[in-house]
């Protein structure tokens, strides 16, 4: 497996990427998890967050898109504020300058099914926190399932609850803020078994599409 790190504008090797990531995603969201209001007719599901401003985290093998993940800066327009502000009731930890919104969490359907803890899902989790320590992010904000949120909680995270849950498309889902910290990268490396770093290291000048090591 191979992790990608893409934003926009990207090339001809990247937008293949994202064009597995947003058809993978519909038949996730829409056609699995059933969000109606994200059904399109060309099977691609793609908002108006998924603009320059977003970074997406991916997960291959063979170049076949098995899992990823989308950050979004929290002072920039981002779907917890935009789309699902009425689930926050409580204050931000710090500054929106300093934290991010993760959306679209999923794995390969294919990948999941009968396994407890997919690979794929355990190298987006330690991706995602080490993306975030190296933007210098302090905290990550999300809105997921309540199973999501035990789920990070299992890998050692600090998550703290935004608001109270509310009912979306017959299912509860919650808004909460994750703790970034080299205390929580070192806590899911630990859960999951993934010692080395995913994320190459790269400055603002670097292209915005890398590749990180291979996974094991």
Not at 103 to 114: A, L, N, Q, S
Request: net charge negative; aromatic share 8%; hydrophobic share 40%.
């Amino acid at each position: 497996m191979k992790l990608h790190i893409v934003r926009s504008p990207a090339d001809r090797d990247s937008h293949d990427l994202l064009e597995q990531n947003f058809r993978l995603r519909h038949r996730v969201f829409v056609e699995m998890a059933g969000w109606e209001a994200l059904r399109r007719p060309d099977g691609r599901d793609v908002d108006a967050f998924d603009n320059g401003d977003a970074t997406h985290l991916l997960i291959s093998d063979s170049g076949i898109v098995v899992g990823g993940s989308r950050l979004t800066p929290l002072d920039r327009p981002n779907l917890l504020q935009t789309v699902f502000n009425g689930l926050v009731q409580g204050e931000l930890p710090a500054h929106p300058s300093l934290g991010a919104d993760w959306t679209r969490f999923y794995v390969h359907p294919d990948r999941r099914e009968g396994r407890r803890r997919a690979p794929e899902s355990a190298a987006l989790f330690c991706a995602v926190m080490e993306y975030a320590l190296l933007q210098g992010y302090g905290f990550l904000t999300f809105v997921s399932s309540l199973s999501m949120l035990e789920h990070g909680t299992a890998v050692g995270w600090r998550i703290t609850p935004l608001g109270a849950p509310a009912m979306s498309d017959g299912k509860p889902i919650i808004a909460a803020w994750i703790e970034v910290s080299e205390q929580a990268l070192h806590n899911v490396r630990r859960t999951t078994g993934m010692s080395r770093p995913l994320v190459p290291v790269f400055s603002s000048a670097d292209p915005l599409w890398s590749d990180g090591p291979l996974l094991a």
